[in-house]
C-alpha cells in the first residue's frame, strides 16, 4: 500500500497538532480520518491533487499527549498484513465494482453470491474465490473463524452479521446496503475480543476536495470497458417485469432507463 511510511507532525499550538502523511494509500486516509473524527474536531481537511506524494493534511484539535498513544495505535505497517477481502451481494452494482478495484488493489477478493451463473463474470472482475450467500445467509455464531481482513457488505441482515463474525484482529467492515435485510442481529463480541470495526457508508455529505480525489482515481481502478457488459438497457415498460425479479434478488449489474425506447 505505499513503499514510504513517513509522518511529520508540527506542533502551532499548545493543544493542536498538525499532520501530514506521505505515501500511503487512499484507504489509510480513509480508516485515519474516520477514527479521529469519531473523537477530535477536524478543523481542515485537504486533498492536494497536483503533488502525487502528499496525499493528504488534517489539522485538528488533539491533545498532544495523545499523540504517542495515538500513533502506537495507527501502526501503518500492519495495512501490509491485509490480503484476504470478502464482497457480499458481488453481483449487484456496487458489490461488482468493489471486486473490481479491489483487486487491483492487490487483495485477494472472494465474492458472495447466490447466481452461479454469473460466476465467470466475477472472476473476470479479479475474484479468487467464489461462495454462495446460503453459506452465509444463516444465523450467525458470537464469533467464528476468522477468514477476512476486511469486508464490503451490500446485503445486511445475517450475511452481514457473520462476515462480522467471521473478520479477523483489527479488521474493517464497510456496510453499504440492505438487499438483503436490513436489520442486523450480532453480539459485542467481533468487537470486543478482535477489535473488529463496522463503518458506515455516506457519500452525501462527502466534500468537495474528497470527491474530487476520489474521481481523479476512478480511471486507475475501474475498467469502464469490461463494467459495460454488466449494464442493461432497458425501456420504462420493462421495469413491470424486471422490478419484482430485483425485489426477489434474480438480478445483477446495473439497468438504464432509456425513456426514448
Avoid at 86 to 95: E, K, Y
Avoid at 96 to 122: C, H, P, Q, R, W
Avoid at 125 to 138: P, R, S, T, V, Y
Avoid at 159 to 174: E, K, M, S, W
Amino acid at each position: 500500500l505505499g513503499d514510504v511510511y513517513k509522518r511529520q507532525v508540527v506542533v502551532s499550538e499548545p493543544l493542536k497538532t498538525k499532520l501530514q502523511y506521505y505515501g500511503i494509500s487512499p484507504w489509510e486516509i480513509e480508516v485515519l480520518y474516520g477514527f479521529l473524527h469519531s473523537r477530535f474536531t477536524i478543523v481542515q481537511e485537504e486533498i492536494e491533487n497536483n503533488d502525487e506524494k502528499f496525499v493528504s493534511f488534517l489539522d485538528i484539535d488533539i491533545p498532544l499527549e495523545f499523540n504517542e498513544a495515538f500513533f502506537k495505535w495507527f501502526d501503518f505497517k500492519q495495512w501490509e498484513k491485509v490480503k484476504d477481502v470478502l464482497v457480499t451481494g458481488a453481483s449487484g452494482g456496487v458489490g461488482s465494482i468493489a471486486v473490481m478495484i479491489l483487486n487491483k488493489f492487490g487483495y485477494d477478493v472472494t465474492a458472495v453470491t447466490g447466481k452461479s451463473e454469473n460466476e465467470e463474470y466475477l472472476r473476470s472482475l479479479g475474484a479468487k474465490n467464489i461462495i454462495n450467500k446460503a453459506d452465509l445467509d444463516k444465523d450467525a455464531r458470537p464469533l467464528d473463524k476468522g477468514l477476512w481482513d476486511g469486508v464490503v457488505d451490500t446485503v445486511g441482515g445475517k450475511i452481514l452479521a457473520n462476515a462480522l463474525a467471521q473478520t479477523r484482529d483489527n479488521g474493517i467492515v464497510a456496510a453499504c446496503g440492505n438487499a438483503s435485510d436490513y436489520k442486523l442481529n450480532t453480539t459485542v463480541m467481533p468487537f470486543i475480543i478482535r477489535g473488529v470495526k463496522l463503518w458506515g457508508i455516506n457519500s452525501v455529505t462527502a466534500s468537495i476536495k474528497r470527491r474530487e480525489f476520489v474521481w481523479g482515481e476512478v480511471k486507475s481502478l475501474i475498467d469502464f470497458e469490461q463494467l459495460e457488459k454488466s449494464i442493461k438497457t432497458v425501456s420504462l415498460e420493462d421495469l413491470i417485469d424486471i422490478y419484482p425479479k430485483m425485489l426477489k434478488g434474480e438480478t445483477s449489474g446495473r439497468y438504464i432507463v432509456d425513456l426514448n425506447k
